[in-house]
């Protein structure tokens, strides 16, 4: 179903609802009076002929009213929906007052919607009137103002603290130490032992805090707090323009730069509509895959470090070493790759690193075996994984996972397949699903069990796409981009799933708003929900099986 | 006799010119000579702790497709004296809320449990530190202690993730002391003693005397013991008191320097305590194929010395095979959860350790020692034996083979990293 026909369906169930259909842009946009807002959200997501399952996005974009303009400025708030089911999605939106921006939660409608609004409130300064716990997620509980609003000026000091760089250099030092600025919001619950695990933790995969409450090794609760990498890269696209934001978005998943390149480029891309070479696109698809198999690597080998094997993580960090070779060789740079470019790559891939690649192969292949031998199939291991934080397959849509994470309870969904973009549709693969090896269907071995297969998934794209990688230019030339006012979401499958890039162009060489929705983001979210009842042990492993790296949730 | 009073009386009547029966001061030089005897066992400590996490770091390395500690001495061997070293240099940090004397003890206390062990270790014909006639039962009260210093060091951090550690291993070690004591039981049984030596004593040099071979019951026992002990020894898989990756580093997550290397310290000579006993309640101990332990004693000179040397030696390969064992297992598998460590135990281990005395009970008086259906009994427990050490090194084979097969194929191509070899 078009856009235009949700646009139908909506103003014929909830006349009146529907300000505006902006048609002209690439994702058209409804555009809703705030006070109905719920009213269509429960109607799309209810309506058998919907079913928009799905809520992919919430995030704001402040529009100060411009100096010479007679219109009045607002905050848009915008809902980017999607049915799995009917494969078909809508871009919801609603204008708020600047000056008292409230709107109504949808929450309880998709439960990740709770991070993004708390998200939203945080950087943007909108209130989601009945949300459950709206605090500020990535800034300090203490911060004043709102990041993202266009006439936010930066404090200079926090807690004596200097912000700018001019002043620690200038004072020489840095003034104090601050105190704790992220607070233990909730207040601890009785009768239960509050731990601290994190922002320094083994098993956290980067600087994450989980506030939990435990009754001995069996938790009451964990909630996740997060915000300790957040650099503000959104706010950073803003001032360093679309050219700049590239290297930038490297950081955004240290483990699968390339998806993160990838996704940028093809937003600007689409805004530019620029054609890239096919030779170029065979690079990227190239270095994407074998990207993806050194994430895989790491998530899989970390995962079985997190449960007391040490030697599987070592045996596949000794085979990502090679790949982390190749990619030098491919693009100089062995975690940052920044070798995407608007129209191409950066240099084209050489015959003798085609080579290499397929040795590596070769290599490879059986090296899957070996590590099946040691311990896929071991007891203790199946014994830690199978039946644990069980995810269902509607749990897992309605809190936004993605990618292995839903694959493995069930829903086979495959942007690469399933969205096609680049020359995905040219190569045969499978899209991998939950199968329930050892426990029930969802499980952390499953996901476990997804990224294994998902592996060799790659390794046959590689082996294809290099077969067939025809001759040409890898770049075309590109003027500086300065793409007209227009809006777009582009998405590409990232090791952590559905890596989307919604970016919002006004004419100039900055991008007016960017936003990267990452999988991490929303895997954090279903922890607190999974959480009651699992061990210690268990959150362990579920963190690990949801392959949560801090910087994808923090930015 | 055992050798320190053997030794003492030596010294009286060489040096001194007395009879050691009747002179005075007969208490005096025993004192000095079980005083030399503790520290030459506390240097025995020392050094095989040493090494030993030199061994266990190479073998670590080479499981794990790297090379290890190689820089410090030829190989690497003198690794541990340079960790120790930089240890002893460390500032000794306590935690400002801690409790002092608790933080400060444990590590001793946890030490000293460990050391006690040693006292009753057979090495050899005579080479005991004290042949007590309660051995086994001191055995297992003396390495009790090493509860009580965890559990301080756990309350006394005070830190939520040590005293997690604290908890852990206290109902952990607690736990598995039952089917150890049980499994060892069976032992007891058999030997018609607790003392160490006795127990040596009562088996043989041959497989088919040992007592693992006794009986399937037996057979069974030592597994059961082998499991149990590792779990006391808060190894791999059962490492849950000092999780890095769910309770940060358990215990000793607050200790620095040479306290901290005091836990190292016992949990590596707590290795060899477990493979040692092992090695003398079920594998025959320092038993010489061919020469009965009268023989032995009854020998002078040289040849004493040297039957001494070879039973020692035996000893030590047995236990040192069996070290080498708990070290592969521990980098190879991945750590249970606590509620599966408590099933473990109380589920499986306790109930089929107890079937185990009482299967051992039934045959001795069912089948009388040395009869016709011992002998074949025994035959056929050395025949399991001996296919369970076939299949598994079949096993190793053919997964060698794979492998070698593999490697050969890429050997000098680019981007080929191998597995590392040992030289």
């Known amino acids: ?78 809902y980017h929906l999607w049915s799995y089911e009917l494969r078909h999605g809508c871009q919801l939106r609603v204008r708020l007052d ?19 609004e708390r998200e939203c409130f945080d950087l943007l300064g909108v209130t989601f009137a009945g949300h459950p716990g709206l605090t500020r997620l990535l800034m300090p509980a203490d911060w004043v103002g709102h990041p993202l609003r266009k006439d936010y000026a930066r404090p200079e000091r926090y807690h004596g603290l200097p912000t ?36 320094h933790h083994p098993a956290t995969h980067g600087v994450i805090n989980f506030l939990l409450e435990t009754d001995g090794e ?35 998943d240290y483990l699968g730069a390339m998806f993160t390149n990838h996704g940028w480029a093809l937003a600007v891309e689409k805004l530019l ?69 608007f129209g191409g790559v950066s240099r084209d891939i050489d015959p003798e690193t085609l080579d290499k690649i397929k040795h590596w192969i070769d290599h490879f292949e059986p090296m899957m075996d070996e590590f099946d031998r040691l311990i896929s199939s071991n007891e203790i291991f199946v014994r830690r994984l199978a039946g644990v934080a069980v995810i269902s397959p509607a749990d897992a849509i309605a809190y936004g996972l993605v990618g292995p994470n839903l694959r493995a309870s069930g829903v086979a969904w495959d942007t690469r397949r399933d969205e096609p973009y680049s020359i995905y549709p040219e190569f045969a693969f499978d899209v991998v699903t939950g199968r329930a090896v050892h426990g029930t269907l969802g499980d952390a071995y499953d996901r476990y069990d997804c990224r294994l297969r998902e592996i060799k998934e790659s390794l046959k794209i590689l082996r294809q796409a290099m077969a067939a990688i025809p001759e040409g230019e890898a770049r075309v030339k590109v003027p500086r981009p300065k793409p007209a006012a227009n809006e777009v979401y582009a998405r590409v499958e990232g090791p952590r799933g559905e890596c989307g890039f919604y970016v919002v162009s006004d004419g100039t060489e900055k991008p007016y708003r960017a936003r990267f929705r990452t999988g991490s983001f929303t895997a954090m979210t279903i922890i607190e929900h999974l959480s009651p009842g699992l061990m210690l042990a268990d959150l362990v492993a579920l963190i690990g099986s949801l392959d949560v790296i801090a910087p994808e949730i923090d930015r | 006799m055992n050798i320190i009073q053997h030794v003492a009386n030596l010294l009286i009547r060489s040096v001194f010119h007395a009879d050691p029966a009747s002179w005075p001061w007969t208490w005096l030089v025993q004192a000095v000579v079980i005083g030399i005897a503790a520290f030459l066992a506390f240097a025995f400590v020392a050094i095989f702790a040493g090494p030993v996490s030199w061994i266990e770091r190479r073998i670590a390395g080479r499981i794990q497709s790297r090379i290890g500690p190689n820089r410090v001495g030829p190989q690497g061997v003198l690794q541990w004296l340079a ?55 001191y055995l297992l009260a003396i390495t009790s202690l090493v509860v009580v210093g965890l559990l301080m060091a756990g309350w006394g951090s005070n830190s939520k ?40 004593a009562a088996q043989g040099g041959w497989p088919w005397d040992w007592f693992i071979f006794r009986n399937p019951f037996m057979f069974a026992a030592f597994f059961l013991y082998f499991t149990a002990a590792i779990a006391e020894g808060n190894r791999t898989p059962f490492d849950l008191p000092e999780a890095e990756s769910e309770i940060v580093a358990g215990y000793n997550i607050e200790y620095s320097g040479m306290r901290f290397l005091f836990f190292l310290f016992a949990e590596w000579a707590n290795i060899w305590i477990m493979a040692a006993i092992s090695a003398f309640a079920f594998l025959g ?113 053919r997964t060698f083979r794979v492998d070698r097969e593999h490697y050969r194929e890429m050997e000098g191509r680019d981007l080929w990293y191998p597995p590392y070899r040992l030289p």
């Open chain 1, 1 to 78: 179903m078009t856009p235009a026909e949700i646009r139908e369906r909506v103003s014929a169930a909830c006349p009146g609802a529907v300000e505006e259909f902006q048609a002209d842009l690439l994702d058209p946009v409804l555009r809703l009076r705030p006070d109905r807002l719920r009213e269509v959200c429960r109607f799309l997501r209810d309506d058998p002929g919907l079913r928009l399952h799905y809520l992919r996005l919430v995030t704001g974009i402040d529009r100060p009213a411009a100096a010479d303009s007679e219109t009045p400025g607002g905050i848009d708030v915008v």
């Open chain 1, 98 to 116: 600047r000056a008292n921006p409230v709107v109504e939660t949808v929450s309880d409608l998709w439960p990740d919607a709770n991070w993004y």
């Open chain 1, 164 to 199: 700018s760089r001019a002043t620690v250099l200038a004072e020489g030092r840095a003034a104090e130490v601050a105190p704790a600025m992220h607070d233990t919001k909730a207040q601890p619950i009785e009768g239960y032992l509050r731990l601290n695990m994190g922002p």
């Open chain 1, 218 to 252: 069996i938790l009451k609760k964990a909630t996740p707090d997060v915000g300790y990498l957040h650099r503000g890269i959104e706010k950073l696209a803003e001032q360093v323009g679309y050219v700049g934001t590239m290297p930038y978005t490297d950081r955004v």
């Open chain 1, 273 to 341: 509509g620029v054609e890239v070479p096919r030779r170029a696109e065979f690079c990227r698809v190239i270095a994407s895959e074998l990207n993806r198999i050194a994430s895989h690597l790491i998530s899989t080998g970390s995962l079985a470090m997190d449960l007391g094997a040490f030697t599987p993580f070592l045996h596949w960090i000794r085979e990502r070493e090679t790949i982390n070779d190749i990619m030098e060789r491919i693009c100089g740079a062995r975690l940052t790759y920044n070798y995407l470019r």
């Open chain 2, 83 to 137: 960790d120790g070293v930089k240890c002893w240099l460390k500032e000794d940090l306590v935690p400002a809320a801690a409790d002092r004397p608790l933080f400060l003890a444990a590590p001793y206390l946890v030490f000293t449990g460990m050391f006690g062990a040693f006292v009753v270790l057979p090495f050899g014909a005579q080479v005991v530190a004290a042949d007590l006639n309660v051995g086994i039962l």
């Open chain 2, 161 to 200: 993730w040590a005293l997690f550690g604290g908890v852990r291993s206290a109902a952990q070690l607690v736990s598995y002391e039952v089917p150890s004591a049980f499994s060892l039981l069976c032992v007891v049984l058999l030997a018609g003693t607790l003392s160490t030596q006795g127990i040596v």
């Open chain 2, 285 to 397: 101990g320092w038993q010489i194929p061919g020469i009965a332990p009268e023989q032995i004693a009854a020998t002078k000179g040289w040849e004493f010395v040297g039957w001494q040397a070879l039973s020692w030696t035996i000893f030590l390969v047995k236990a040192t095979f069996l070290v080498f064992v708990v070290i592969q297992i521990r980098w190879t598998l991945p750590r249970l959860r606590v509620d599966q460590l408590m099933i473990t135990c109380w589920k499986y281990l306790v109930p089929l350790s107890m079937l185990m005395v009482l299967g051992v009970l039934v045959l001795l008086a069912l089948v009388p020692e040395g009869g016709g259906a011992d002998t074949i009994l025994r035959g056929a427990m050395v025949g399991l034996g001996l296919a369970v050490v076939l299949v598994s090194a079949l096993r190793v084979r």
